[in-house]
């Protein structure tokens, strides 16, 4: 019965993603297989440069994978002992990845979701419940990162190039002060972690807001829904994991390679259709406008942020010299292709995983979040 409530759930979130981009899903189409793009565009579309987006996304989410196993290999490598690290196939990662990311889209939450299935998911690899959390939050910042730090050297080889319009250097401004925020704040949430007196008054400082901020809400009904015992030993179980990883450094260099390449080649996914409609010059507009589509995606209420994310891509790109056909076009074309695939693959290997749900594991797929 439990498998069948949660497969029923996940078919109605699923329902719930197409119906919201089902305007975007039929103008894709229209324009693939018909020839009338968005916004009044005429293109023909290069269907095989298309379909390598098959291989691409598949190396893609090996990517996304191997950032979590190359770090448990690494520890596992340095400490000599321990939990061991279970042996994991190319297709296995890519396969977890989807689902993965099959979940942060259905379930939008900014990311709470994909941490309790992950954590579910790994246990049956070796990882434990804090390693995940911390392996996680790690993936998170890495890619972040990486996504800003592309960003930055964008910026600078449109500045270089002269490729920007005249009246579009505040956007060039702007997108260029939310990276260099977002690094800066990188860098002190890495000096909190880093800092045992820090992280202590961060885990109290976090409870007594949190509980105020529900009491407030409630008129004083619920006084409490964090207990600072558990917040301080999540933050300490954190702590130590950056301790680990800090001694030796060599635990997060094949994380980080595997990190910007994967954030790469999510950018680069939009470049395959671009250059699918012959407009391959526009991959520095592409990685800038992406930078901003995702940050607002990620805090957005919708599933996988569609609506915001599209549209402040296509408005960046636009103030920063893309014909507007062009950029709606390779934006929508692209977001509906990507979602499609999380939908189809990752549903269906979701769906896979659960059904092999046994009774002990009912509950941890939605608490194992809590655990960690």
Not at 37 to 66: D, H, R, S, W
Not at 315 to 340: D, E, F, Q, W
Request: charged share 15%.
């Amino acid at each position: 019965m439990f498998k069948k409530i949660l497969s029923l759930i996940t078919l109605a979130l699923v329902a719930l993603v197409v119906w919201g981009a089902w305007d975007q899903i039929t103008a894709a189409a229209s324009c693939i297989f018909g020839g009338h793009c968005i916004e009044g565009g005429e293109f023909t579309i290069n269907l095989f440069i298309v379909f390598l987006l098959i291989p691409e996304q598949l190396f893609m989410y090996y990517c996304a994978g191997k950032i979590f196993f190359a770090y448990m290999a690494g520890k596992q490598k340095i400490n000599g002992k321990g939990q061991e690290t279970k042996k994991i196939s190319t297709w296995e990662l890519a396969r977890i990845s989807f689902e993965l990311n099959f979940v942060n889209h259905a379930i939008p939450s900014g990311g709470v979701s994909g941490l309790g299935y992950i954590t579910w998911r790994l246990k049956n690899y070796g990882a434990t419940a804090g390693q995940v959390s911390f392996m996680y939050i790690l993936r998170y910042l890495i890619t972040i990162l990486a996504n800003q730090t592309q960003t930055i050297f964008a910026i600078i080889f449109l500045l270089v190039t002269s490729s920007v319009p005249s009246n579009a250097y505040w956007m060039i401004w702007l997108v260029g002060a939310m990276s260099v925020g977002i690094i800066v704040a990188i860098a002190i949430l890495i000096a909190i972690v880093s800092s045992h007196k820090m992280i202590r008054w961060t885990a109290k400082e976090l409870t007594a807001f949190v509980n105020w901020i529900v009491k407030t809400i409630t008129f004083g009904k619920k006084k409490q829904v964090l207990n600072l015992e558990k917040v301080n030993k999540y933050f300490m179980d954190l702590h130590d994991d950056f301790l680990t990883a800090k001694k030796d450094k060599k635990l997060l260099v094949k994380p980080i390679i595997w990190g910007f390449l994967y954030n790469f080649l999510e950018i680069a996914t939009y470049e395959i259709v671009a250059l699918s409609l012959g407009h391959g010059e526009i991959f520095p507009q592409i990685m800038v406008a992406e930078a901003l589509g995702s940050l607002i995606g990620a805090v957005l209420p919708t599933p996988g942020g569609v609506g915001g994310y599209e549209g402040s891509m296509i408005t960046v790109m636009c103030i920063l010299g893309t014909n507007l056909a062009v950029a709606s076009t390779v934006v929508i074309v692209t977001r509906v292709i990507v979602l499609l695939n999380t939908i189809i693959s990752g549903y269906g290997f979701y769906q896979n995983a659960i059904s092999k749900i046994g009774k002990d594991d009912k509950k941890k797929v939605f608490e194992a979040s809590k655990e960690s």
